[in-house]
């Protein structure tokens, strides 16, 4: 009798920690800390997407484009990760992009440790736009000034779909 009950409470401390760890990411460094960093020190994404808002407003009254700013949950929305793959990580998005806007990707993710002023700056935006931002993933459109001129999200339809509905939300600008 007490070898069972020995065995069931192992095979279930065994199951608790095993059921724990299953699909948990963790972040760089095991932490969950990433040193601070300025923001002029972060540069663009591997898919070449602004990440600091100033520089992308910065490129945008160069280029005279408005921005696309993409809010996401890149770790943990399971839309957001759709939209990733079924559009923007195609070259027909990245052309019309190239043509069109200045990409910024703001993300909150869950598991994947950023800096803190990377973090701030996404809150801070979160909070000056929270009535156009009702989930995730939320694009908007915006001129350098901050004002918003469309808005958009997942779509189905592929790359070609998704830039023709964009350039029409844009057509305002």
Same mark, same amino acid.
């Given at each position: 009798m007490m070898c069972r009950t020995f065995v069931s409470v192992t095979l279930i401390l065994a199951f608790v920690v095993l059921s724990?760890?299953?699909?948990c990411k963790r972040p760089a460094g095991g932490s969950g800390q990433v040193a601070d960093v300025p923001l002029s020190q972060i540069g663009l994404t591997k898919d070449g997407w602004f990440q600091v808002y100033d520089q992308a407003v910065a490129k945008a009254k160069e280029t005279g484009k408005p921005i696309l700013v993409d809010f996401t949950g890149s770790d943990w929305c399971i839309w957001c990760q759709r939209l990733d793959a079924e559009v923007f990580a195609h =070259?027909?998005?990245?052309?019309?992009?190239?043509?069109?806007?200045?990409?910024?990707?703001? =993300?909150?993710?869950r598991g994947v440790a950023q800096p803190p002023s990377l973090k701030r700056q996404n809150q801070e935006l979160l909070q000056k736009y929270r009535d156009q931002v009702p989930g995730y993933p939320t694009i908007l459109f915006i001129k350098a000034d901050g004002s918003v001129v469309g808005n958009y999200g997942y779509d189905e339809g592929g790359p070609e779909v998704w830039t023709q509905k964009a350039s029409a939300k844009l057509s305002g600008t």
């Open positions: 724990n760890n299953i699909g =070259d027909a998005f990245t052309t019309w992009a190239k043509e069109h806007v200045v990409l910024l990707k703001l =993300d909150y993710p």
